[in-house]
């Protein structure tokens, strides 16, 4: 298990097609709870929505500027982003909000949030978040009257129940109610007066489902313009950044959670002048793996990397062929099951056409965009494993000699043996077979010939795999048969 959460995501799921004791291992919670606690962080993009083709979701890895795409997927026309939390992506409708639909991209599987109308009141915001308490995730969101901007009200859906609960009230003026921040089981806003200025910060705890302030960046702040400001996570800290002018961006980052005194100036960038319509908005995404460069982005000049040695900016490009004007977020992968949140017996498909059959997330996998073959299909087992083979076989081979010795039956080594000449090579040895007895891992069997019986039935050896239960001894099916080039005539076999 600790073996497979170090792999990449794509050789993750295609081990799955491998083995049935490859996919149970994986599709164990542990696992994935295994895989979340080391998963890097991605980068998921898609050209902006106002383009006249609807493109799809793409998958990149953040440490390596190259244009191989993990994985794509397509959404409806009109589905956007909401945030995402643990792997789990929670789309919505910007207009109308309803419904969401919260999917897991890794894994394939979605649920359907749907609403309930509430009268007199119109849906103004929504946010996504996870209790870490309860181990539930929950959608939240923003009603507030049709008259006007009275209050504004917070119910709160948990995933796999219809209900929407009342949670209190929220501040009046939330900077992009649509746009909170999650960290540490909490969402976090920035609050302003109605004229846009910088008043405070607050927060809703998902455990205890309430509105409450949040210490934010020194009192220089109060009075700044909101929209030159974006809330984001740096450091495995909360950070706000604020663009001075249209060169310089100014980046704060709290480093003990909740204490107002840990927000400290970490970057100062200096942007340099780019032909630009109106002056774009910066907003910094991640510090990269070696710890010297951040990456930044803007939505209509694209992605640059401030060294922070140095201090220069780069573009930084992910595939040559996609536009410049595109959406980017920082993702974090992982296998996180939505079927297990669902109420028992209810599978993802009944549930999500139950609320929505029009609702339809189409999963595209690919493990190199530059394979003139394209991705495999998903239904096709043979193809993913011999994918999975490939990526594997990049391994050591004494991790790959301890994952073949490891198997449970011999049926799955049988299998492994024709997945490709090095696998075959390393069962074939020797020690493989001393190591794999003495570890005890195989049940006891009996192995017998079945001598030919006319053409079509050539003779062959069969293997059957015993159990404590003896009262199905002789009841059992074979559990593989092997053909056999020996033959050993009948008179012989009788006189044995």
Not at 176 to 204: K, P, Q, R
Not at 335 to 346: A, D, T, V, Y
Not at 435 to 461: D, V
Request: include cysteine.
């Amino acid at each position: 298990m600790e073996i497979l959460s170090k792999l990449p995501i794509t050789t993750i799921r295609n081990c799955r097609c491998v083995c049935s004791y490859f996919r149970n291992l994986i599709s164990d919670p542990e696992f994935a709870q295994l895989h979340l606690s080391t998963s890097q962080p991605h980068l998921l993009c898609r050209r902006e929505i106002h383009l006249p083709t609807s493109q799809p979701h793409l998958l990149y890895r953040s440490d390596a500027c190259t244009d191989d795409t993990l994985f794509k997927f397509n959404l409806p026309e009109g589905l956007e982003v909401l945030s995402s939390c643990n792997g789990l992506i929670c789309f919505y409708f910007p207009r109308t909000y309803n419904p969401y639909v919260v999917s897991n991209p890794v894994v394939g599987e979605r649920v359907i949030v749907s609403q309930t109308e509430k009268a007199f009141f119109d849906q103004c915001g929504s946010g996504f978040g996870f209790c870490p308490g309860t181990n539930q995730y929950k959608v939240l969101r923003f009603l507030t009257p049709s008259t006007g901007l009275i209050k504004l009200e917070a119910e709160i859906n948990t995933l796999g129940t219809d209900l929407w609960r009342r949670v209190g009230d929220a501040p009046r003026y939330l900077h992009w109610y649509s746009g909170g921040c999650f960290l540490n089981g909490a969402l976090h806003w920035i609050v302003h007066d109605t004229e846009n200025h910088f008043e405070s910060m607050c927060c809703f705890d998902f455990g205890k489902e309430r509105f409450q302030p949040f210490p934010g960046p020194p009192s220089n702040f109060c009075g700044l313009w909101v929209y030159s400001m974006n809330m984001g996570v740096l450091k495995d800290g909360l950070s706000v950044s604020y663009q001075t002018s249209i060169h310089t961006l100014d980046i704060w980052v709290m480093k003990d959670y909740a204490v107002q005194e840990s927000w400290t100036r970490d970057f100062f960038v200096q942007i340099p002048r780019v032909e630009t319509f109106g002056g774009p908005i910066y907003r910094p995404l991640m510090v990269l793996n070696n710890g010297g460069n951040l990456l930044i982005c803007s939505l209509s000049s694209g992605l640059f990397v401030w060294n922070m040695r140095d201090r220069s900016l780069r573009k930084f490009s992910l595939n040559g062929k996609y536009p410049s004007v595109f959406r980017v977020m920082m993702y974090i992968p992982s296998f996180i099951s939505i079927k297990r949140m669902l109420p028992q017996g209810e599978t993802m498909r009944e549930k999500a056409r139950s609320k929505n059959s029009q609702i339809t997330l189409c999963f595209s996998w690919q493990v190199n965009k530059k394979s003139p073959s394209g991705p495999p299909p998903p239904w096709n087992r043979s193809a993913i494993a011999a994918a999975a083979a490939t990526t594997i076989s990049e391994l050591p081979d004494d991790v790959i000699f301890d994952i073949l010795v490891r198997m449970p039956d011999i049926k799955s080594i049988v299998r492994c043996n024709r997945v490709c000449k090095k696998w075959r090579k390393l069962i074939l040895q020797s020690c493989f077979a001393k190591s794999h007895c003495s570890r005890g891992s195989l049940p006891l069997s009996l192995t017998f010939y079945i001598p030919s019986n006319g053409p079509t039935n050539p003779p062959h050896f069969g293997i059957l795999e015993l159990d404590n239960d003896l009262a199905r001894l002789g009841c059992q099916n074979t559990t593989m048969t092997i053909k056999s080039e020996i033959y050993i005539p009948v008179r012989a076999m009788k006189d044995k």
